[in-house]
Nanobody
Framework: QVRLVESGGGLAQAGGSLRLSCASSGRIFSIYAMGWFRQAPGKEREFVAAINWNGGNTIYTDSVKGRFTVLRDSAKSTVFLQMNSLKPEDTGVYYC?????????????????WGQGTQVTVSS
């Protein structure tokens, strides 16, 4: 069983930065693709970013391109989401997820494991 635990959320001002972390308890983290999703109040969960198993491919939703970066440290079984130039519309609960296919996907149905989420609030 894989357990994912997010951390690093909090309150930031518009234009600021936050770095989210997602630590995995599973020993096979290194062969999983990892994704980040978010859910704003009253809205459906949406894809944010994903990275394939070896970090060689990353994908982003258009609204965060150039501002967010997804990284992984397989030695630490951790994936990161570096968020810069934050906007109020980035507010939401951010979830990390693990995909056994090892390929980065935007579709949440590909993901097998999910964390509990961490709140990100960006004030204007």
């Amino acid at each position: 069983q894989v357990r994912l635990v997010e951390s690093g959320g909090g309150l930031a001002q518009a234009g600021g930065s936050l770095r989210l972390s997602c630590a995995s308890s599973g020993r096979i983290f290194s062969i999983y693709a990892m994704g980040w999703f978010r859910q704003a109040p009253g809205k459906e969960r949406e894809f944010v970013a994903a990275i394939n198993w070896n970090g060689g491919n990353t994908i982003y939703t258009d609204s965060v391109k150039g501002r967010f970066t997804v990284l992984r440290d397989s030695a630490k079984s951790t994936v990161f989401l570096q968020m810069n130039s934050l906007k109020p519309e980035d507010t939401g609960v951010y979830y990390c997820a693990g995909d056994k296919s090892a390929v980065a996907h935007t579709d949440a149905t590909w993901y097998d494991y999910w964390g509990q989420g961490t709140q990100v609030t960006v004030s204007s």
